[in-house]
């Protein structure tokens, strides 16, 4: 089993910035990929980040170029910076874990205009 938890959400306005963290426990030892995943009120959840083990990435075209992923395998920590923020990103983001299908309780972005 692996624990996910996220943190760092809050509220900002249009143009701030944001760092979540995702902090992992239990059997770290099967992740090969850590996602940031983000559901916004009556959408479906969808993919924003990806950071493989290897450390290559991948991003949704909404974010490309604002949005960051990285991990630091110290820590069993991955952080979203997420910079130039706007209303359409307001959501509640999660972490994922593909192996064993692990998600954490998400954390609640909200970006004012």
Known sequence: QVQLVESGGGLVQAGGSLRLSCSASGNTFIINAIGWYRQARGKQRELVALIR????????????GRFTISRDNAKNTVYLQMNSLKPEDTA????HVGVGDHWGQ???????S
Do not use: H, L, R, W
Not at 56 to 63: E, F, L
Not at 106 to 112: A, L, R
């Open 106 to 112: 998400g954390t609640q972005v909200t970006v004012s």
């Open 92 to 95: 509640v983001y999660y972490c």
């Open 53 to 64: 083990s290897g450390g290559s990435t991948n991003y949704a075209d909404s974010v490309k």
